[in-house]
């Protein structure tokens, strides 16, 4: 996890929407007027998919689509869920997601095709400044309210699963096949292939051929 602000001091350098700064990890206005509809949009589809009952399938494909637009197929999601923006975030096919997933998408979240995902998981790329004088809310002119934030990526690799209440926080890739055991806090890289559980998150284990399981069918995975 990056939370050194200095890499991401805007400086004098040639100016850029708002949207532009929050999605390349620097400081940003998070009241900029674009970025708070984004948001308010993002907040209702959530709304109306949690009050939709999950046998209405057609409304919720439908909420979905609008909500993240840059996704797989076959995917299914429990509910409640909870997205800052939605179209900042892009998911492969055959995901599921149960209870309570939140993604806090100030950056771009990647997860992979295959990826499950277990009750009260949340992502969240956002980062605030370590001193208050910098982190605190200030005034504008107009009176309105705004502080800096900052952010950074969340990648999740293709195969994986993220257990019960683990938390991702933003700068964090998790390789291809690992699993993060429930209640973790995942502040650095995992590689592929890993066991990885705690607080913070360490890797105990390569995940190997010997804890191959013998289905009953032969079928093969997609």
């Not at 589809?45 to 409304?59: I, K, P, Q, T």
């Not at 995917?75 to 806090?104: C, E, H, K, Q």
């Not at 950074?152 to 699963?161: E, L, Q, R, S, Y």
Request: some cysteine; aromatic content about 6%; proline content about 7%.
């Amino acid at each position: 996890m990056d939370s050194n602000p200095s890499l991401h001091d805007r400086g004098a350098e040639e100016p850029r929407c708002e949207r532009e700064h929050m999605l390349s990890g620097r400081l940003y206005d998070a009241s900029d007027p674009e970025l708070a509809g984004l948001r308010v949009k993002a907040h209702e589809l959530c709304r109306r998919f949690n009050a939709s009952g999950e046998e209405d399938r057609d409304l919720r494909e439908d909420l979905l689509g609008q909500l993240i637009p840059d996704r797989g197929q076959d995917s299914d999601f429990m509910g409640p869920i909870y997205f800052d923006y939605g179209v900042f975030t892009t998911l492969g096919s055959r995901i599921f997601a149960n209870f309570n997933f939140t993604v806090l998408d100030t950056c771009p979240v990647v997860i992979g095709d295959d990826v499950m995902i277990g009750p009260n998981v949340t992502l969240a790329t956002p980062l605030h400044p370590m001193r208050w004088q910098e982190r605190n809310l200030r005034r504008k002119p107009d009176g309105s309210l705004y502080d800096w934030e900052y952010g950074a990526p969340i990648t999740i690799g293709a195969n994986c699963w993220i257990a019960s209440n683990v938390v991702i926080c933003g700068g964090v890739t998790v390789g291809e096949g690992s699993v993060i055991g429930a209640g973790s806090v995942v502040t650095h890289d995992i590689p592929e292939n890993s066991l990885a559980v705690g607080n913070p998150c360490m890797v105990l284990r390569t995940i190997t051929e010997a804890e191959r399981m013998d289905l009953p069918e032969p079928c093969r995975p997609l």
